[in-house]
């Protein structure tokens, strides 16, 4: 659609939606009055403080979110291409003082460069064309002072509201495609300028975005089982020419690539990126003695198959936070599919209909499908892209943590292990699994920090799921890294690592501990009932039963992918294999509790 076209389709969208100026116009949704007085506070807290800030508020229409914004900002510019919206904006918040209103079209908008702190919108860019996103994007950038925050929500996928519409020019994009105009915006200061906007300086530096957070909406997902509604933050970032390669983008492009994903799971089965697959998944969370109804953080959650299966089969709800943009990505895709077809079941079947197709993470059948036969999506799961190490939640959020085999990219556990106690409620549990190192072995020292290949620590990549055996890292593997745990092998433990397996550990930059580590460590953080084991000969059989499955499969897998992946994937499962039965590489499984409340 032409430019022209794009913007009178989306103007006649809007006059006939908006001739009454309320909330369930503004949201096309029955359930307005309800979500909104839950999201708008959600919303508000992902965007984070904004006091004594210069907010530019893009698509601001009657003012949902103007209002709340104008409490504590310095300044507020609502903005909206709607006349009657901006009355009734204006109405409502002009006595503030502090709100400036403007009725424009986003495409045509001019502002001073540095003239913001903080640029907002709700709702926007689902109303612009890609080449109207990709503009705006880049005028954003200008416009925020450095360091400056742009935050925005859109509805993806698929319309999240149930009001009736004839005809609906609404852009619902796959978030990746947000991720790639706005990870390629960028703002350059005018030619023999000493900087223009007040960026990198007039030697060809620019400023660009970085991520904040990418998450799910949980109102949605909590009201209408939608992981449709996805926001974004991110910080105006200045650099010199060239631009460096953004940290996740560059560990994206090479483990985690939607390739390298997609090999795990031929691996490990679909959902999963971690020794066992859904077998040993559901087995873990078995130990915990889950409830319906309790909320699980699920550390490093990877393509969401222990957040789905906790969802499904134990009725949690289940909010997972990754590094990783592909693994996060792909996760929301498929709780996105999963619940569309809940609802495409329900409405064909006159609202209470069956969920013929629905599966749970491991490809059969589960509860999640039997909940859509009762007229429920499956999948109470929420996701998000951010730093464990950064993010914060307020204390006691969650009933249940859990982190499959992620933390030996976190350098600082105790910092981490501090932040899980402080997030877990009076009485709740934890549960990690883990690769260790043999007690009273010290680890190789890590490798000096390389450029973007690290986020989380300075010396080690950042927080994400599964690492692989050896070798390249686009091909699938998890974990490789631990030397032995004295016990539970008939190979004796050894007491140092070799020189090979050694220098390995170093190169991934693996920060592994011991089971007494974790002991120590998880205690000095105030947890109790520490329990710590050598979990190696189940390890051992998860190997087994993946190579076996590998090379029976060795046909298909080679039709898929290619005979020098496949030589390249057995290699890998064949020396962690070697290695575990001779008492190096080990596994461990960790479980603790928060004292209950005295």
């Known amino acids: 659609m032409a430019s022209a076209e794009e913007r009178e389709a989306q103007k006649s969208y809007w006059l006939e939606h908006s001739s009454q100026p309320t909330v369930e116009a503004m949201m096309l949704d029955s359930k307005a009055s309800e979500i909104d ?47 009657t919206s901006i009355a009734e904006n204006r109405r409502l918040h002009e006595a503030l003082g502090n709100v400036d209103f403007l009725v424009a079209d986003v495409t045509e908008l001019e502002r001073p460069p540095g003239s913001y702190d903080v640029v907002f919108s709700n709702w926007l860019l689902m109303y612009l064309s890609d080449a109207e996103v990709c503009a705006l994007a ?89 992981q449709n509604q996805i926001c974004w933050k991110f910080q105006k970032v200045e650099t010199a020419s060239p631009r460096p390669p953004l940290t996740r983008t560059f560990l994206d492009s090479r483990q985690y690539t939607d390739r390298g994903i997609a090999i795990y799971e031929a691996v490990y089965g679909p959902g999963f990126v971690s020794p066992g697959g859904a077998a040993t998944g559901g087995a873990l ?11 699980v953080l699920d550390v490093g959650c990877g393509i969401g198959g222990t957040a789905f299966l906790a969802s499904d089969a134990h009725g949690c709800h289940v909010h997972g936070i990754d590094l990783s943009v592909n693994m996060v990505l792909a996760a929301i895709e498929r709780a996105a599919t999963a ?61 249940v943590v859990v982190s499959r085999d992620v933390l030996l990219h976190v350098q600082d556990k105790a910092q981490l292990f501090a932040r899980l106690f402080r997030w877990l409620r009076p009485g709740g549990r934890l549960l990690i699994t883990d690769y260790v190192l043999p007690d009273g072995v010290a680890p190789p020292p890590p490798l000096q920090q390389q450029g973007a290949g690290a986020a989380a ?38 007491q140092q690592l070799s020189a090979e397996y050694a220098a390995y550990l170093q190169k991934k930059r693996y920060s592994l501990l011991s089971l007494g580590q974790y ?38 897998f080679e039709a898929t992918f290619s005979a020098a992946e496949y030589d390249d994937v057995a290699g890998r499962w064949r020396a962690k294999l070697a290695r575990a039965r001779a008492g190096e590489q080990r596994w461990g499984h960790v479980t603790a509790q928060r004292p209950a409340a005295q």
């Not at 969370?285 to 309790?294: A, I, P």
């Not at 084991?533 to 390890?539: C, G, K, S, V």
Request: net charge negative; hydrophobic share 40%; glycine share 16%.
């Open 138 to 226: 880049a005028k954003i950038i200008s416009w925020l002072a450095p360091g400056g925050v742009l935050f925005f929500r859109e509805s993806c996928f698929r319309p999240s509201g149930d009001r009736p519409r004839t005809g609906n020019p609404t852009h619902y994009r796959n978030p990746r495609d947000y991720f790639a105009m706005f990870d390629g915006a960028e703002a350059r200061p005018p030619p023999g300028s000493a900087g223009g906007d007040g960026g990198a300086g007039g030697d060809g530096g620019a400023a660009h975005l970085e991520l904040v957070s990418c998450k799910c909406v949980d109102t949605y997902v909590a009201v209408k089982r939608n």
């Open 519 to 556: 002991r120590a460590h998880l205690a000095a953080a105030g947890f109790v009932d520490v329990q710590a084991t050598d979990a190696t000969p189940e390890l051992i059989e998860c190997l087994e039963s993946e190579l076996a499955r590998l090379e029976g499969g060795r046909a298909a």
């Open 37 to 83: 007085q839950l999201e708008r506070p959600e919303v508000l807290a992902t965007l984070g403080c904004v006091a004594g800030k210069r907010v530019l508020e893009l698509g601001a229409g009657i003012g949902r979110f103007t209002g709340e914004l104008a409490k504590t900002a310095a300044r507020v510019t609502a903005c909206d291409f709607m006349a």
């Open 339 to 399: 619940a569309t077809a809940a609802a495409a079941a329900r409405s064909s079947s006159g609202g209470g209909g069956g969920a013929n197709g629905a599966h749970g993470a491991n490809g059969a059948p589960d509860a999640g499908a039997a909940a859509a036969a009762q007229g429920q999506a499956p999948h109470d799961v929420t996701f998000e892209i951010a730093d464990v190490l950064t993010r914060d939640f307020p204390e006691a959020s969650f009933d």
């Open 457 to 494: 620590a300075p010396a080690e990549p950042p927080p994400q799921q599964q690492a692989d055996g050896a070798g390249a890292p686009s091909a699938a593997g998890a974990g490789a890294g631990a030397a032995g745990q004295q016990g539970g092998q008939a190979a004796p433990a050894q």
């Open 285 to 295: 969370l078995s130990r915990l003695g889950l409830s319906r109804g309790e909320r």
